[in-house]
């Protein structure tokens, strides 16, 4: 018994497909074939497929997967659109990161670097120590009170910013700028929406995926026999044919079972490194019996699960011959605009749906279909109450690490702050000595005072690469794991919701932790040491600089290439399984989410402290440039793209840098009243009127000022099905082993023909 089942590896209709006598992919074979897992690793290239010259033209596919092994090569000055066939959400990605580039280069000339030379030609901040010490005395004098003890030396952050204006405040000085550049923002947010939504629409014309053909239908009953019959049945007599359906089913038992099969084949690796490769013995075979008892298992729920009505979750994803069909199913019931505004406001965006049609006696929900891949087939089953109860968890929790991580930063911040005070005590002591101490002596005790500065700026600019490593390193894998909790039903929503979250995050850890201890706990807005505004600029310049840094060395793929060449050393001994040794092969998978969140986080920060440090908007400028081309090929030469994501995350990520015009107008109005202690009522109406645009339901007036038109596909869902990269069928759990034997044959008999 132990000698058979050593030698047939465990027959799993989970984990091997049996396709025919020569093509047989055992995911959990050791050691595992290295040749089939740089063919994986090919497959999954970010590469489009090579173009078809007949319906009948196919190339060979890999094995585990259905996806093309040869593909065509593309550069880094391919067109954005050209990315669609990784999804919609790439090309739109790019979109977005070349409109935040048209954003910052306005900013840039309309506000930031006029502002800049504006505020270089202020005189408050002082030449020299002795006139800082001159002017201390003089407010000593003045007004009795430490609060005002606070020089402005004439540094370059200093010159440059609104500091060296601060006895010029009351004027209004600068503006004017800020008013011209945020009309203009206004106006061209409308424009990049209308940007965004043609670009979605021509990925959309451009590239045939099964989504145009198929539609999400939820709240099914449950209770009813033939669910696919009764589907047909109902769409026939509205004269629509459908070609496929794909049904959701609860996986829960199979998703346990397959944990304890994970478990068990790492008692099998943990053995077979401890003994060799060859090795054999008692505990071996049990293992090996242990596997098989768990894998005859989990066939034998796959196989009783599509005829278990209580595993039914109500949902299914069903395909019409023509996009026609599928468009009229959806446009059936056009909702009112009050439905359409509610909609707006509890989803974030409107989406197309129909809730008019009935199965049975309940009323059903239909809606478009994401991609085949954007689904999480794990999630997607679970019922809305209980994603409603973990998406409160998660919240909860992502709160605990906001209060964390800026607790840690304030602490770190508030050491630095108290070096710097103790710094303004000494300083404080000589004027009580002042009359005994001669000129040459008070010039020597400040030259001290001032060296303790200088280590006080040191350290403030070591204390900000911390902040932003640990922002770059950490934080984006708490928020993942955070995420996660979630149950999202998409890949979509759960970039989504991670980019939101990360960004919230990666904001405050940058703006209110200088906020808090510089501003609030200190008041050390401009002088000595460490203060408010060296740290921002320092930030905002590690902001710009320091992920661009990071893409280009990505320590992420030397991690990985290091990992994959010592497996490769030794290759015939590895005690990898075959699925283990196609992921090592495969290359760094890319977090569109990540981006995203870096992405706004940057947007934010410039647009908030620009009326502070106007030059931050030209060094945000630069930082973005790098960052779209960097990203762009780590993208096509240095990561695999294994989730096609929907248009969904551009559009909320778009909605939320449209919070720059509101950032932008609190930072004119919270600077100038703290620097300045002055109510600026122009700033205040700028706030009020950015508070307004925020609340605006955006996209519905974007959408009833310039429509756009999108065409529909016109081959037959029949002619074209075998050309997708997949389809519901081959990403289902359930039926994702029939579905790939099926497309295997169906490619090989028209190519023999």
Not at 56 to 72: A, F, L, P, S, W
Not at 130 to 157: D, G, T
Not at 316 to 335: G, I, M, N, R
Request: charged share 20%; glycine share 4%; net charge neutral.
């Amino acid at each position: 018994m132990a000698a058979l089942i050593n030698n047939s590896l465990i027959n799993d209709q989970t984990y091997l497909h049996n396709l025919s006598n020569n093509r047989a992919f055992d995911v959990d074979m050791i050691p595992p074939d290295w040749e089939k897992a740089k063919k994986h690793a090919q497959s999954r290239e970010t590469k489009p497929e090579r173009a078809k010259v007949s319906d009948n033209d196919y190339e060979d596919v890999c094995d585990c997967c259905g996806y093309e092994i040869n593909r065509t090569p593309i550069n880094i000055f391919v067109a954005n659109i050209k990315l669609g066939f990784l999804g919609s959400g790439f090309p739109l990605y790019f979109s977005y990161l070349s409109i935040c580039v048209l954003m910052l280069l306005f900013l840039s000339l309309i506000q930031g670097l006029p502002t800049a030379a504006f505020y270089n030609l202020g005189s408050f901040c002082f030449k020299s120590q002795f006139e800082v010490y001159e002017w201390m005395k003089h407010q000593h004098a003045e007004f009795q009170s430490e609060k005002r003890f606070q020089p402005c030396p004439n540094i370059l952050v200093n010159q440059l910013s609104l500091a060296n204006t601060i006895n010029e405040i009351k004027e209004g000085g600068s503006l004017q700028f800020s008013a011209v550049a945020i009309l203009f923002q206004l106006i061209a947010c409308f424009q990049f929406r209308k940007s965004l939504r043609q670009t979605e629409v021509d990925v959309d014309q451009k590239f045939t995926t099964p989504t145009d053909y198929s539609v999400w239908i939820k709240r099914i009953p449950k209770n009813l026999k033939n669910i696919e019959q009764i589907i047909k049945d109902h769409f026939a007599q509205q004269n629509k044919t459908v070609e496929k359906i794909n049904l959701i089913y609860n996986i829960d038992e199979i998703k346990e079972l397959k944990l304890k099969y994970k478990n068990l084949i790492k008692k099998k690796q943990e053995f077979l490194r401890k003994n060799g490769i060859n090795s054999k013995g008692q505990e071996l075979n049990q293992i090996l019996i242990e596997m098989n008892d768990v894998n005859s298992e989990i066939q034998e729920k796959q196989a009783l699960i599509p005829i278990q009505p209580e595993k039914f979750t109500g949902q299914a994803f069903v395909s019409f011959s023509t996009e026609q069909e599928k468009d009229e199913v959806l446009d059936e019931h056009e909702p009112g605009f009050f439905t359409k505004i509610l909609n707006y406001l509890y989803n974030g965006r409107l989406e197309r749906y129909n809730d008019s049609q009935t199965i049975g006696k309940e009323k059903i929900l239909i809606i478009e279909a994401p991609e085949p891949n954007d689904i999480d087939w794990e999630f997607a089953h679970y019922p809305h109450r209980d994603r409603q109860i973990s998406k409160i968890y998660s919240t909860f929790l992502w709160i605990l690490l906001m209060l964390f991580s800026l607790g840690l930063i304030l602490g770190l911040k508030y050491i630095q702050s108290q070096q710097v005070q103790k710094a303004y005590g000494r300083l404080h002591e000589i004027h009580i000595l002042d009359e005994a101490k001669s000129k040459a002596k008070i010039e020597k005790s400040l030259e001290e005072i001032q060296n303790n500065f200088s280590w006080d700026q040191i350290f403030s600019f070591l204390l900000s690469v911390c902040i932003a490593l640990f922002n770059q390193f950490v934080l984006p894998y708490l928020v993942l794991l955070i995420v996660q909790i979630e149950k999202q039903s998409t890949k979509t929503k759960m970039n989504t919701s991670f980019a939101i979250k990360l960004a919230i995050l990666l904001f405050f850890n940058t703006a209110l932790a200088s906020f808090f201890t510089d501003i609030l706990f200190f008041q050390n807005y401009y002088g000595y040491g460490g203060n408010m505004v060296y740290s921002i600029t320092i930030n905002l310049i590690l902001n710009a600089t320091l992920p661009n840094i990071l893409w280009i060395i990505d320590p992420w793929s030397i991690a990985k290439n290091k990992k994959r060449q010592k497996e490769l050393q030794n290759k015939e001994n590895s005690v990898l399984t075959q699925g283990e040794a196609n992921e090592l092969m495969e290359l760094p998978s890319y977090s569109i989410g990540w981006r995203y969140a870096d992405t706004t986080k940057t947007m934010w920060l410039t647009f908030f402290f620009s009326p502070l440090v106007p030059v931050c908007t030209f060094i945000s400028l630069l930082g973005m440039i790098f960052y779209y081309f960097i990203d762009k090929y780590n993208l096509i030469y240095r990561r695999t793209v294994k989730e096609s994501i929907g248009f969904g995350l551009s559009f909320e990520m778009l909605e939320l840098i449209e919070y720059n015009v509101f950032l932008h107008c609190m930072g004119n109005f919270i600077f100038r009243w703290i620097l300045g202690q002055y109510i600026d009522y122009f700033s205040l109406g700028l706030f009020g009127l950015s508070v307004i645009f925020i609340l605006l339901p955006l996209e519905l007036i974007n959408e009833w000022f310039f429509e756009i038109v999108s065409l529909q596909e016109i081959k037959p869902y029949k002619q074209i099905k075998d050309q997708f990269d997949t389809d519901y069928e081959r990403e289902n759990p359930i039926t994702k082993h029939k579905a790939l034997e099926f497309f295997y044959q169906t490619r090989l008999s028209k190519t023999e023909v």
